[in-house]
């Protein structure tokens, strides 16, 4: 593949020697993208060669680019704008370009190859008291395509997820369907196993408000009255029996958990998401537990008089963390030092990246600090994938009060607003019910993904889904149209006798629109490449939605199959199955769909 900034490098490191008698350092030799009110496709800044040149920026760039012109097959011409070099790439040059790549199904893709880094990503990571929530749709989608996105760029990725599936929010389900229950069930209920226990979570929370306030109606003040409400006392007593093993606990925890899970499968399959391996905290807080005991006996914790185990991190600008209560139980940071530790220990993983809102930045900084207090080396290989928060127009969501957006119900209502979307502009006429169904899902889905994924991951974002769905806008429904509309173009071609598979005529000049296009499908490599090294699928997001903007305006200005000229007509039908290739790409690390009919 042809890497034309480094082509250019050297063909302006030969200019300057030919000129001055003097060979540069590279890194003085900055070729850059032209921007988009210049003429050029890349640009090089000349002011660091003024020492070597002893002239204007002017004079120098102007010499260069005539010597660059000249010696230089690739470029066609070149503008001087003060200190800037703009060099215009020659036809024939986007032309071999694009030959060279335009039947490779995995360009913009490296291949791993042996040694290269194995990443670990954990996503998701549910609580078993309550279904998955517009929340987890963002982390679920992010920890998904980025972990696509690392892959494409070379690294072996195992993708996992903690599931949070015991403590006191899970005990405060088991304990309002035991005391209210009546022995329903997701079959009695016709309600999705996920769906009913969150029900009793919010029951909990109900219960509980009622007992305060009674309390508080006593004469007790609020915070006593929140630790000596008996539900609460209950709740943590029936902790405390789960953690001793009690079989009765034990049997009600594997039970609800087990709806839980049934509900989950469901939602995942449905997101389009899923996994290598799936820990459970129930499974690791124990390792957690050990090492932690492990770390008092050699004076990396101390306990204080009530007997809770702390780590002093104040000499590191930090605060003091709690790792183990009073009573012995556990807390989140306890089973994440039990659950990297195990991770490493089971895989040769050179980096753990945890896909977590930014509320916990404070508690990953900590987790990193610890583990490199008890020795591990591997600490600082752990990477935090810090994300804003996700809203809808109505405000912020809270699970214990019930007025949690459903991932589920979401999804529903995204695939009906496309259904509804899709009839009013007629285009599921003539199909069949199956094919119907079929593109209002990709249609609902591939809005509701690209929406969340098109914004920068560490910002808070409000997500709308009526805006999300649109033909015309910033969506993920305008870049599908525009591959479905490719793949009209080219099955026209083909029954027309056009072979989409030859290569174009080299001798054919470009147009403005053909050349920009082939410029933004070339930048595509290094759009996948910078999205890996931010952590920010949102980069591709909207590099993919710009090639859709270009290539419609492209569409809208030339003739492609109504074209005279067959070697124009061959290219342009060749130009847009390109353009569509690197559209799926990009659409597949998203996660989404790129349908061939809407």
Request: a negative charge.
């Amino acid at each position: 593949m042809i890497h034309l900034e480094k082509i250019l490098a050297q063909r302006a490191g030969e200019a300057i020697t030919a000129l001055y008698g003097v060979q540069v350092a590279e890194n003085l030799l900055q070729i850059q993208e032209t921007r988009k009110e210049f003429e050029g496709d890349f640009t090089m800044v000349v002011f660091p060669l003024l020492k070597t040149s002893k002239q204007s920026p002017e004079a120098t760039a102007t010499a260069i680019g005539e010597y660059m012109q000249a010696n230089s097959p690739e470029i066609s011409r070149f503008n001087v704008i003060k200190g800037f070099l703009n060099l215009v790439i020659a036809d024939a040059t986007w032309l071999d370009f694009m030959s060279g790549t335009a039947f490779d199904e995995e360009y913009g893709k490296k291949k791993p190859s042996d040694g290269v880094p194995m990443k670990m990503i954990e996503y998701s990571s549910p609580n078993t008291n309550k279904p998955l929530h517009l929340g987890h749709i963002r982390n679920n989608l992010l920890g998904y395509s980025l972990s696509k996105i690392l892959a494409a760029n070379g690294n072996c990725i195992l993708k996992v997820n903690l599931v949070n599936d015991r403590g006191i929010h899970i005990c405060k389900s088991m304990l309002a369907w035991k005391k209210w229950g009546n022995g329903e069930t997701p079959q009695s209920s016709g309600k999705k196993g996920d769906h009913l226990v969150g029900d009793y979570y919010v029951k909990f929370d109900i219960e509980y408000k009622k007992e305060i306030a009674q309390l508080e109606e006593q004469g007790t003040d609020k915070e006593e009255a929140a630790r000596k409400a008996p539900l609460i006392l209950e709740a943590q007593d029936m902790l405390r029996k789960w953690e001793a093993k009690d079989p009765e606990t034990v049997a009600l925890w594997e039970k609800m958990n087990g709806w839980v899970y049934d509900g989950f499968d469901i939602t995942y399959k449905r997101l389009g998401v899923d996994f290598d391996r799936v820990y459970y905290e129930s499974e690791t807080y124990l390792l957690g537990k050990e090492i932690v005991l492990e770390g008092l006996k050699k004076g990396v914790f101390y306990r204080k008089e009530d007997g809770s185990i702390w780590a002093d991190l104040t000499a590191d600008g930090l605060d003091e963390k709690l790792l183990l209560r009073s009573d012995g139980t556990s807390v989140y940071m306890t089973q994440d030092i039990g659950t990297a530790c195990q991770r490493f220990e089971e895989y040769n993983i050179d980096e753990l990246v945890y896909v977590v809102g930014n509320e916990q930045n404070y508690h990953f900084q900590v987790l990193s600090l610890i583990l490199g207090k008890l020795g591990y080396s591997w600490a600082k290989s752990l990477k935090h994938m810090s994300y804003g928060m996700v809203e809808l127009p109505e405000g912020k969501m809270k699970s214990r009060e019930g007025t949690v957006v459903d991932a589920d119900d979401l999804m529903d209502e995204m695939v009906e607003t496309s259904r509804e979307m899709s009839k009013e502009l007629g285009k599921l006429e003539g199909l069949s019910s199956e094919e119907a169904d079929k593109i209002v899902r990709t249609i609902g889905m591939g809005a509701l993904k690209y929406f969340i994924l098109k914004v920068d991951p560490k910002k808070n974002m409000l997500f709308d889904p009526k805006e999300s769905i649109d033909f015309n806008g910033n969506t993920g429904l305008f870049i599908q149209y525009t591959h479905a509309r490719i793949q009209s173009i080219l099955r026209k071609a083909t029954e027309n006798g056009i072979d989409i598979h030859a290569k174009a005529d080299m001798g054919i000049v470009l147009e403005n629109k053909e050349k920009a296009l082939i410029h933004a499908v070339y930048n595509f490599p290094g759009i996948v490449q910078s999205a890996a090294e931010t952590y920010s699928p949102a980069l591709i997001a909207n590099y993919v939605y710009e090639l859709a903007k270009e290539y419609n305006q492209f569409y809208h200005d030339y003739s492609i199959l109504g074209e005279k000229e067959t070697s124009v007509r061959l290219f342009r039908v060749l130009l847009s199955k390109y353009v569509a290739q690197v559209i799926r790409t990009a659409l597949d690390l998203l996660g989404i769909d790129a349908p061939d009919r809407m």
